[in-house]
Every structure is written in C-alpha cells, then in structure tokens.
Nanobody
Framework: QVQLVESGGGLVQAGDSLRLSCAYSQRTLSVGPMGWFRQAPGKDREFVAAISWSGDRTYYPDSVKDRFTISRENAKNTVFLQMNSLKPEDTAVYLC??????????????????WGQGTQVTVSS
C-alpha cells in the first residue's frame, strides 16, 4: 500500500514563491511516475506537473511552465513542487499523485493509482 502526504501549502501574496512537498510511504518498490494536480472550488481537477521515476523527464502545462518546477528525491521518498511568481489564479488545493512503477509518465489524473489528501495554497492579490 502507498500513502502520500502533502505539506507546504499556505497563504502568500501574488509574486511570492512556495515549495510543496509530498512524502510517500511504500512497503515495496511501488511508486514510479508522480504528479501534482490542483483543484479550485467549482472547477475541474487540473494537471500541474509530472516527473518520471528517475527524474529525467518532466512535463508541465502552459499555465505553469517556466514558473513551477517538479523534482524528486527517491532516497527520501519525496517529491517537490517549487512554485514561483504565484498568481491569484493558482489558488487551489494541490494534490500529489503517484503511478505504479511499471507505468509510464502521464498528465491524465485518471491514470494515477495513489493520491494524497491535498494541501491548500491561497494567493492573494
């Protein structure tokens, strides 16, 4: 079983930076590609970033490209999301997700196997 726990959210002002962390636990080597998603009230879940198991491949939508950076430290079972130049429209609950190690990198939330509970990010103008 895999468990994911996000941390690092909070209230910041537009233009500020924030770093989210997602710590995962696994009994056996199960976690492969990982991703971050976000969901604002009344809106659909939105893909934010994804990273391969080795960390050599990353993927972002245009809405956050050049502002957000995903990274991971497999030795510490942790994935990060560095968010710079935050905007009010970035306000949402940010969720960490993981795919089984046998699966490939994807931006589709429906294809992720494990999810965290989320951490709130609020950006004031």
């Amino acid at each position: 079983q895999v468990q994911l726990v996000e941390s690092g959210g909070g209230l910041v002002q537009a233009g500020d930076s924030l770093r989210l962390s997602c710590a995962y636990s696994q009994r056996t080597l199960s976690v492969g590609p990982m991703g971050w998603f976000r969901q604002a009230p009344g809106k659909d879940r939105e893909f934010v970033a994804a990273i391969s198991w080795s960390g050599d491949r990353t993927y972002y939508p245009d809405s956050v490209k050049d502002r957000f950076t995903i990274s991971r430290e497999n030795a510490k079972n942790t994935v990060f999301l560095q968010m710079n130049s935050l905007k009010p429209e970035d306000t949402a609950v940010y969720l960490c997700a993981a795919r089984h190690i046998s699966r490939s990198l994807t931006a589709s939330g429906d294809e992720y196997d494990y999810w965290g509970q989320g951490t709130q990010v609020t950006v004031s103008s």
